[in-house]
């Protein structure tokens, strides 16, 4: 009944087969020492692909955009000033978040397709609390400079959207200031969605809020059961349900990753990306987002003149079963998303990709 | 590297085998047409097994405990009065989770293994905005009776628990005048966990916060994508990437249900429990919830004296790959929960369940 397809939107991607294999595992309770001990080593590798020695590094039990909700309802005390970068949909996002939060948002505003402006990022407010920024963002395919804007900080909290860069791009949340990171599964870590790697540093979690807003997401419950409990051997506390068999996945997915080698699993992405690029430009089309700053694992080109985004990617789906996807916002109509990642980022993907959207543009 | 358990626990359960099998098959993009189908039809079964005909019936993208945080979250009026009925852990957690949406909590206390005492909750305050019960109380397995509760809510919305219930006991949501309800998909659904079942009528929508604090479980913006976008066939907004494997998984392990028949599936678990019961009593063990109010799928049982609780509980694991689970809260080393719930509530589950005991009890 369900036809296979070719992943290559925004997200999520196809995931890597060993993900896939665990998930039909032998289901574990969220007790079962074996379950915890998969837990435990979860943490651990996803402390390797954040770049960062938190022992508060955990996934949380629902999708990346439950990831920016935790960031912000743990740290934003009522009043605090927040700065937003906002170069795109999910920085606009952060703002909605952060201001149900009960902060005071100074939303520094760029052109969409543009990195973050590093210097008016640092110079929107003398003291904020929370600098907050999206490292890769999804709805214009621009990667912008995390460790320029930790190097800058000051003594407010950097609070980083990672969702589209880790596991695909270079990412390392210590050695750039990130006090408070969260991500997603769907994406370069080949994962079907459904989790949100998280991490925070000591500094942000001293700040924290001591009764958050959220108790779902509230990381001074949940240390008890996962992240810290892991480090530091406590005994396990129950807070919620942990989805078992997605933990599972994300563990043989990250397995995966570290397997192959975290700098070789950029390097592949990075290759694909630039491949695809130069291929897109080759056939005359124009790449979206600024020269520079693009992501290899995820390629924003413009609608050519007088074609039909949609029936494109209608039939780009039912002739080659490929998925792309649409522009984000007011871009909806003008801009496709191409993502290569996970097992997605390699030459057949790309070849296939190119050849596909060179044969449905010759019939359009 | 796995080994195979008999989830006899309370939760999770053992998946239905086509539950498991979906979670296996190609993953579908969240916005893609295949998909959508499969989510409205994941609602509509959502529907059936809910026993509402809510326009806004849907699975949200986080484990049951996110179901609770969202039937408070967007209901909850700062100041409200929310009356609560408290008669275990979970009760317990209702009034954490209303007090931090703003609620002023009434709660009304009872012995844990006791239903319900439904005049005290009906009177505990003239005028409530919410009345909150658990329908199945996990900490104990007691059930108690939300039909009355219905009946006499007058003006107040009725929210209720059904994480225990759905899909193994008798739950009529409509009839019985519930306005919000959630759920869990790892009990008797027979899914892994990850995903809440949820349920809001008109006249708890229409009160509902226009803005709450948490954007991920803004039913309002949910709505655009999933729910009612289903019934109205409007345009699908995008919200946040599903978790399509996990949809996947519960469309399946509803649609195994359904074809069974709601119905026989209640027998089946009722039948399952009488005999866990019969059998652990003919055993001359104690059960711990009140007579009269014992919910089938999942049974608690006193450990008796001078037994070790956790020593038995990690024999059973490790000698025969059965989990049940420990009391929870002040019973957590003197009760034993025994779930027999979706695919383990079958004869052959309930003899094994009652040999293995006997057999760890008598080298105990």
Redesign the interface.
């Known amino acids: 009944m ?4 070719h ?1 290559f ?1 925004p ?2 991607t ?2 890597y087969a060993e993900a ?2 665990a ?12 379950f915890l001990r998969i837990m435990d080593e979860t943490c651990d590798r996803l402390r390797t692909v954040w770049g960062t020695a938190n022992a508060r590094t955990l996934p949380l ?6 990831g ?2 935790a960031a912000f ?1 743990n740290t934003v005390h009522p009043g605090d000033v927040v700065v937003v970068a906002v170069n795109g949909l999910f920085g606009q ?1 952060m703002t ?2 952060a201001a ?2 009960g902060a005071e948002v100074v939303a520094v505003e760029h052109d969409w397709g543009q990195p973050v402006d590093v210097d008016r990022v640092l110079s929107a407010h003398p003291s904020p609390a929370i600098i907050a920024a999206v490292h890769a963002e999804t709805s214009t395919g621009v990667r912008s400079d995390i460790a320029a804007l930790g190097a800058g900080k000051g003594d407010a909290l950097l609070l980083v959207d990672a969702v589209t860069s880790i596991g695909g791009i270079e990412l390392c949340a210590d050695d750039w200031g990130v006090d408070i990171g969260y991500a ?1 599964t ?1 994406k370069c870590l080949g994962v ?3 989790l949100a790697p998280f991490t925070i540093g000591d500094r942000a979690f001293e700040r924290r809020v001591e ?6 997401l509230d990381l001074g419950m949940l240390g008890g059961y996962v992240g810290e409990a892991g480090v530091t051997g406590a005994q396990r506390t129950y ?8 933990v ?1 996945s994300l563990h043989a997915g990250l397995g995966r990753i570290l397997e192959e080698g975290l700098e070789a699993v950029w390097a592949r992405h990075q290759a694909a990306g630039d491949a695809l690029q130069a291929g897109l430009q080759e056939m005359g089309l124009e790449l979206f987002a600024a020269d520079g700053h693009r992501l290899p694992d995820l390629t924003t080109v413009k609608v050519p003149d007088g074609v039909d985004s949609a029936a494109v990617r209608k039939e780009l ?1 039912e002739r080659h079963g490929i ?1 792309i996807g649409a522009g984000a916002g007011p871009y909806a109509s003008s801009v496709w998303r191409i993502g290569l990642m996970g097992p997605n980022a390699r030459p057949d993907a790309v070849l296939l990709a190119l050849a596909a959207l060179e044969d449905v543009l010759g019939r359009a």
Not at 2 to 5: A, K, N, V, Y
Not at 23 to 34: K, T
Not at 239 to 246: G, I, R, Y
């Open positions: 369900i036809r296979e397809r992943l939107g997200g999520p196809n995931p896939t294999r998930l039909a595992d032998p289901l574990l309770g969220h007790l079962d020492p074996e039990s629902a999708t990346g955009s439950a920016m909700e309802v996002r909605d978040v149900r939060c997603g769907q079907a969605p459904g009764k958050p807003r959220s108790w779902y807070h919620h349900t942990a989805p078992t068999a997605m599972a789906l998925e």
